[in-house]
């Protein structure tokens, strides 16, 4: 079904992108903002406290009370720091958390008097290498902040951010492999698409995996804990943001934010359908060329209704994010990079492989791409995913008890190991088996 | 002596990672959504506080206006940190008054003894807490301000009843 609305004339397309730019930014800051909130309040209900609940019905006011306070707060400099990358790091760390948002569809096309308009501010045909390429840029205002600021801490805490997500990139691009290979492009609207319409089943459920990765990914990524070893408070005072004060130490607050808020839009758009409404038709419909809809005819209604559902969807997440970091402690330096390297990196290699296969196999059985299609992929996916788990499961580093025969072993030679174990009376290790 | 690593064997369920991060996340999910919550919002709100709780001081008062006290001398006697000043007077009918009772709040240690001491009830220290000022010359109490105020006293300790019930 082909609907012709009319392509926008060039002095519409103009005002309707500047209107779409200025909206997106607005509602990203003002989320963002509310999301400092929510934190404070999620943190507070899991410790049984109420939260902040005094400025504004409900507390709402807080974000205002605080912006206000840290733009009037005064604003330090370090003697010893480097004057231009000291100013340029909250800016360079800002701005890529905000324009990845500029890939994502955010609602379905909205039919007006002037012609269509695409619900996504940039709907380029590299989509998801742009997000990749875009999110990798935020490490560097870290990393320049924490260099620049001259401070141990902040430099550690630098050098930690820049190896997690070195390790960490690789598993969120080969995560991400198997959705190209299932949806056959990187253009983010075609992967709404082909879960809404070609397949009928959002990847969460025919790539499991895949999304688990991509969570645990993004979950280092955006530095969050249980990987936030980046900011480890409790021991490198507040990592790379050490020596920023008022505004620029809120400039890092509102990226860390605003990459938890585009992280999520990304679970949603990749994995649970974008703003795909579910069980109903009436919304699959996509932009085929300028004013062209294929599907469902467009109309205004359809397009808050979907808003709403990828809003859901991607609060959904941010709670996820949030619910995570007050649950998980923080994992040992070691154990993220074992985490990266040793289970991570080999499991995505080794799911896209997997993943590769059975598409290459279900092509020539001659299966066709549908709903089908999609279960076999999730019987095979649960299966993937439960052998993941196992693994991970059995993993000694993880878990915080490696085997005996590494500690020791790894002593340098001359050095006496002392096993301890040999020496212990029976009783002390039979009380410590519990 | 070199350091060596002692590695206990424990169950896997003990020690799965995956399976205590789940615990956890229910754990906190259920903490999240129980209505029950312990803040006490405090200037609203406020914790009760025990009959023997003892704060700032309160001069007992005679109907007439004048206070109970009769400038004996036992409470800066026993005070142990000296911080009542006592200047005693006498009327025309012989009738001893404190001309100057000041206690320096900042040097009281609370022990309550002044009113353990006092033969006439007329020195309390009360149920108070909420006492700041904005200079330290303000913590001087005079005998008009402890007459002024108006916070219950404090329940003396009785051998009796130890725990106050």
Known sequence: MIHEIGALGPIALIISHLTKIVIVFSVTMVVVALLTLAERKISAWIQDRLGPNRVGPGGLLQPAADGLKNLLKEETRPLAASRVFFLLAP?????????????????APLPTPWGLVDMVIADLPIGVLYILAISSLGVYGIVMAGWSSNNKYAFLGALRAGAQMVSYEVSLGLSLVPVFMIAGNVTLTQVVWTQQQELGLWLAFPLGLSFLLFAIAAFAETNRLPFDVAEAESELVTGYHTEYSSMKFS???????????????????????????????????????????????????????????????????VFVFMWVRWTV?????????????????????????????????????????????????????LVATAFFLFVIDRDRVITGSAPASTGLSALPSGIEAVRVRRRAPAAVSESLEV | MAIGVKTVRRPRENTSYLRATLRGMALTFRHLV???????????????????WRGTHR?????????????????????????????????????????VYEIDEFRCIFCGMCQEVCPVEAIHVGQDYEN???????????????MAQDHDVTALWDPEDPLGQ
């Open chain 1, 91 to 107: 800016a360079l760390s800002i701005t890529p958390a905000l324009i990845t948002f500029a890939v994502v569809p955010f609602a």
């Open chain 2, 34 to 52: 129980d209505p029950r919550k312990v803040t006490i919002e405090y200037p609203d709100e406020k914790p009760p506080l025990s009959p023997r």
């Open chain 1, 251 to 317: 400039m890092f607050f509102i990226a860390e934010y605003a990459n938890v808020l585009t992280a999520s839009a990304l679970m949603a758009t990749l994995f649970l359908g974008g703003w795909d409404i579910p069980f109903w038709n009436g919304d699959d419909m996509r932009v085929t060329a300028p004013g062209i809809v294929e599907g469902a005819a467009p109309h205004v209604l359809k397009t808050l209704a979907t808003l709403a559902v990828f809003g859901l969807k991607t609060l959904f997440f």
């Open chain 1, 329 to 381: 402690p923080r994992f040992r330096y070691d154990q993220i990079m074992h985490l990266g390297w040793k289970v991570m990196l080999p499991s995505a290699l080794g799911y896209v492989t997997l993943m590769a296969l059975s598409i290459l196999v279900l092509d020539q059985i001659g299966i066709p791409f549908g709903f089908v299609y999609g279960l076999i992929l999730t019987g095979i996916n």
């Open chain 2, 59 to 99: 001069m007992a008062v005679h109907a007439d206006g004048r206070p109970k006290c009769v400038a004996c001398g036992l409470c800066p006697t026993i005070c142990p940190a000296n911080c009542i000043r006592l200047v005693p007077g006498e009327d025309d009918q012989g009738n001893r008054y404190p001309v």
């Open chain 2, 132 to 146: 700041s000022e904005y200079t330290r010359e303000r913590f001087v109490y005079d005998l008009d301000r402890l």
